[in-house]
């Protein structure tokens, strides 16, 4: 997707062991998001960031926490994998005043 | 607790029919609702949009109803072709609040 990138695209960690996902965006936009897509589920908001170093949780944030220290990368880290975190993992950008979103192409994450 | 509720979890529909998605709120404040669009390997698209003010918005084939007194907005996907075959996501966010509630999505199968 043109202006955002999700690396790793795909990563199988152990349970018990750190991981970061990183969103790399092009655009200058001041929002940016992390969703988990699971089945049944749609997309849950783990947290998103309005700002550098500012953050806030969203609804599913245990076990995940993010950091942002410049416009254009936005971290999420699991401190200690667990098998309920195996899920595809999406990074989203806006911009203010718009309120539709850009997605990345996503990271499957398996836990074991 | 999911905020926005979507039917069905899947539909098949023939080419050339019309594909309904439905979706249902309970927060009055929600006053934006988009649908994404996303196909297998992929991030979510902003498909179509709606604000409250309007009952109808229509793009091409693609229709938002919207009716504010039943808190409820559908998805119309009308001549359906084969290459309309997706998942689709309803949405919905507070004015001011840039962050997005989902639908637990809707696969869509487009019979040639």
């Known amino acids: 997707d043109a202006g955002i990138t999700q690396s790793p695209r795909h990563k199988v960690t152990e349970t018990g062991t750190p991981v970061t996902l990183r969103c790399h965006q092009t655009?200058?936009?001041?929002?940016m998001y992390w969703y988990r897509q699971d089945p049944g589920h749609g997309l849950r908001l783990i947290h998103y960031s309005y700002g550098v170093k500012d953050t806030d949780k969203g609804e599913v944030s245990d076990g995940y926490s993010v950091s942002r220290s410049k416009t254009e990368d936005f971290l999420l880290t699991l401190e200690s994998a667990t098998s309920s975190q195996t899920s595809v993992y999406f990074c989203?950008?806006?911009?203010?005043?718009?309120?539709?979103?850009?997605f990345g192409s996503g990271t499957r994450l398996t836990v074991v | 607790q999911q905020q926005v509720k979507q039917s069905p979890q899947s539909l098949i529909v023939q080419k050339g029919g019309i594909s309904i998605i439905n979706c249902a709120y309970e927060n009055t404040a929600f006053d934006y609702f988009p649908w994404y669009q996303q196909f297998p390997g992929k991030g979510p698209a902003l498909l179509i949009a709606?604000?409250?003010?309007?009952s109808e918005k229509k793009e091409g084939r693609f229709t938002i109803s919207f009716n504010k007194s039943a808190k409820q907005f559908s998805l119309h996907i009308m001549d359906s072709q084969p290459g309309d075959s997706a998942t689709y996501f309803c949405a919905a966010s507070i004015l001011g609040d840039y962050k997005l509630s989902f639908g637990a999505g809707t696969t869509v199968t487009v019979r040639a």
């Open positions: 989203a950008i806006s911009e203010l005043g718009e309120y539709g979103y850009t």
């Open positions: 655009e200058n936009h001041r929002y």
């Open positions: 709606i604000r409250p003010d309007v």
